[in-house]
């Protein structure tokens, strides 16, 4: 469970995350979209000036929230004979670079382009193979239609797939469109050897071109992090009762141990003057434990197995249950049995064989 969660905090999500701030786009003060439009762009520009920040961009969507505009795509000519179901994102000219999203054919959004905002698009290598395109150079160039709208872009590049949202789902299809008016958040990657006062450049920019609007942001790693919040919290108590499990098995081994030299006292005078040496008496002491240990293992990990299995079908993209998990889990279970034990296993093997002798049970 804690190779899991590590492996969902490292997983490369094809999307750079790192030292993002968000931002959500101020709720008073522009009466339109052109004035909220223009309203940001300066924002952007004022903060692009500040040797604190690496970069600014504006979208509709956040990694680690569900993108809510959905839209109908199929290529031209088809006449909606093979449609598709694709994510609706809007972006402005900086959301590829920002991110460090990879085009993997054609080119990103362009201010110097007035056609982009109109008539071009930019899709996920994930959408292109569900138009028919293996290869993502031949989908650029390419007509599309966008039924709910009768909207027909040209596709001018493709962004390679990266996770919108946690592990538990995988990549979906998306389109990008160019518009800076629908921006609902504005990202600011800062430069990570001084976040304090890029924090502060940050919030007198907000305050000198959103006036009257609370600054409050969040910080982008955390917030998608959050995803994770119950199954940390799960993993965490899942520990707890194991080692409160464990303190408990110790206590009773360590009782159980205790009345069975007790009652083998004269069993082991016999056997010792029968000249048994002390390391059979040991192993006549230890070997009844490894019995049960092995025992209650062979129950107990086929069970941890499905319950693992179980829990990891929740996620697309999971570690596999290693055989190795069960050798180290059984190892350390005998080695902490036998550190139990230890105590009464030595004191067996001191025994007085004419003390044991005189011993009535």
Not at 174 to 200: C, R, S
Not at 273 to 287: D, E, M, Q, Y
Request: charged share 20%; hydrophobic share 45%; net charge negative.
């Amino acid at each position: 469970m804690i190779n899991q969660i590590n492996f969902l905090t490292n997983y490369d999500l094809g999307i750079d995350i790192d030292n993002v701030f968000v931002v959500d786009r101020p709720g008073t003060g522009a009466k339109d979209f052109r004035s909220q439009r223009d309203n940001f762009i300066l924002f952007r520009n004022k903060l692009a000036a500040d040797q604190h920040i690496e970069s600014v961009c504006g979208s509709s969507v956040i990694p680690g929230k569900r993108i809510r505009w959905r839209a109908s795509l199929y290529n031209y000519g088809d006449a909606g004979k093979n449609t598709h179901q694709v994510d609706l994102a809007a972006v402005d000219e900086n959301f590829f670079e920002a991110y460090n999203l990879d085009l993997i054919a054609g080119r990103g959004f362009s201010l110097d382009r007035a056609m982009d905002a109109d008539t071009n698009i930019v899709l996920s290598r994930k959408a292109t193979k569900l138009l028919g395109y293996d290869n993502p150079e031949d989908a650029v160039g390419k007509t599309v239609v966008v039924e709910e709208w009768e909207w027909s872009p040209n596709i001018i590049g493709v962004v390679d797939d990266y996770h919108q949202l946690s592990l538990r789902e995988n990549t979906h299809p998306t389109l990008y469109m160019f518009t800076v008016n629908l921006a609902e958040y504005y990202m600011i990657k800062v430069k990570p050897e001084n976040t304090a006062a890029a924090l502060g450049s940050i919030e007198t920019t907000w305050e000198s071109v959103f006036p009257g609007n609370p600054f409050s942001y969040y910080y982008l790693e955390s917030f998608f992090s959050e995803q994770y919040a119950s199954d940390k919290v799960f993993s965490r108590i899942m520990l707890v009762f194991a080692t409160i499990s464990i303190l408990i098995s110790c206590i009773s081994l360590f009782n159980i141990s205790l009345f069975a030299l007790v009652q083998r006292t004269r069993e082991i005078g016999i056997r010792k003057t029968l000249g048994a040496s002390r390391w059979l008496i040991a192993w006549i002491f230890v070997r009844d434990y490894l019995i049960m240990i092995a025992v209650g293992s062979l129950i107990a990990f086929p069970l941890a197995y499905l319950f693992g299995k179980e829990w990891l079908a929740n996620f697309v993209y999971s570690i596999s249950i290693n055989a190795w998990y069960f050798v180290i889990a059984f190892a350390s279970i005998l080695f902490i049995s036998l550190i139990t034990i230890s105590f009464y296993t030595l004191r067996s093997t001191r025994i007085n064989p004419v003390e044991a002798l005189r011993y009535q049970n």
